[in-house]
């Protein structure tokens, strides 16, 4: 009697390579193109054992703050998202003093969701959409964080003409110093808000959000930028988010 044939081993999974903890390392200020680049003290470099840390690099012309090299999209680690909770309370409550019942919003680079998970507390009738270049999204939708997802970039040509002047609300959140072209995304975030409706933004470094004395080599603080698209800047002070109105006009 034949022996049954020994069953077939199958072939080994190649592995799959790691993503990369960072992007690759940029010499200029992606706000303004300028070379003047000063790390923020005693951030020398991405420390090991750190994978959600990378410099802060803020630009002596511009005052722009961004990660560099940036972190490559990816879940933060539970401790870094711990400490964001407090930030999320505060940009939702900020939100809430000059929009109490907005209809719609977008919150840009959303990843799971963490900020309009917060921010339903306090706008439990409004619809949450999200936009994030990783499946994050997808997965905060079927969790019911998000009553839209998409996936991708919100400069991207087809989100953008897709969502133009949908939204009563548009969240950045530490987005702009995460993006290779941080102009450009705001104004892909003002493209897809609605006349009268209300941008926040919150920012690494609160200096980021004021112009610049006059005769700096690029007077582009967020404020000029916001005014000279048409928006009025709502929220005063030092705090590190700041809230503007779109024009009825602007475009």
């Keep these: 009697m034949s022996e049954p044939p020994a069953p077939s081993v199958p072939s080994p999974v190649p592995p799959v390579p790691p993503v990369p903890l960072y992007g690759p390392h940029r010499a200029d200020c992606p706000w303004c193109g300028s070379r003047r680049l000063r790390s923020r003290p005693g951030h020398q470099g991405p420390r090991r054992g750190a994978p959600a840390r990378s410099v802060l690099d803020r630009c002596r012309d511009c005052r722009h703050t961004f990660r560099n090299p940036m972190l490559a999209p990816r879940t933060a680690p539970l401790a870094v998202r711990a400490g964001v909770r407090l930030r999320h309370v505060l940009a939702a409550r900020a939100m809430l003093r000059h929009h109490p019942e907005p209809e719609s ?18 706008f439990p009738y409004t619809s949450f959409d999200g936009v994030d270049p990783t499946h994050r999204v997808l997965r905060a939708r079927a969790a019911d964080r998000l009553e839209e997802a998409y996936l991708g970039r919100l400069t991207d040509p087809h989100i953008a003409a897709r969502l133009r002047a949908r939204y009563d609300v548009v969240s950045l959140f530490q987005h702009l110093e995460r993006v290779p072209d941080p102009r450009a995304e705001l104004r892909a975030a003002l493209h897809v808000l609605r006349p009268g409706g209300h941008l926040l933004l919150d920012v690494a470094d609160p200096r980021r959000l004021f112009a610049l004395p006059p005769g700096t080599p690029h007077p582009a603080g967020l404020r000029t930028e916001l005014e000279a698209h048409g ?5 005063a002070g030092r705090a590190p988010r700041l809230v ?7 475009p």
């Excluded at 919150?107 to 507390?121: K, L, N, Q, S, Y």
């Excluded at 503007?244 to 602007?250: L, V």
């Design 105 to 122: 919003w977008l919150d840009v680079g959303t990843g799971d969701a963490d900020f309009p998970r917060a921010a339903r507390e306090y």
């Design 231 to 235: 928006c009025t800047v709502l929220t």
């Design 244 to 250: 503007a109105r779109k024009g009825a006009s602007a």
